[in-house]
């Protein structure tokens, strides 16, 4: 199963009983990009995305696609 990344960065805020606020606070990020996250904008800055998951021991990277 694939967990999209709005619904993992959701789904991990929840397990530490976060507000999107707290999370915000606490990834050194804004409201808005926390909410833009959850909700699945198509276009964010990466340097962002790695600060919000580095809260949950994850990042986000290139990784090199399996050949057809």
């Known amino acids: 199963m694939n967990t999209s990344l709005s ?3 959701k789904e991990k805020r929840k397990q530490l ?4 606020l707290e999370l915000a606070e606490r990834a050194g990020v804004g409201l808005r990009f926390v909410r833009e996250l959850e909700q699945g904008k198509e276009s964010l800055r990466l340097d962002k995305v790695n600060q919000v998951l580095a809260l949950f021991g994850s990042e986000i990277g290139v990784i090199k696609k399996a050949e057809e």
């Open 7 to 9: 619904d993992f960065v």
């Open 17 to 20: 009983n976060l507000t999107q």
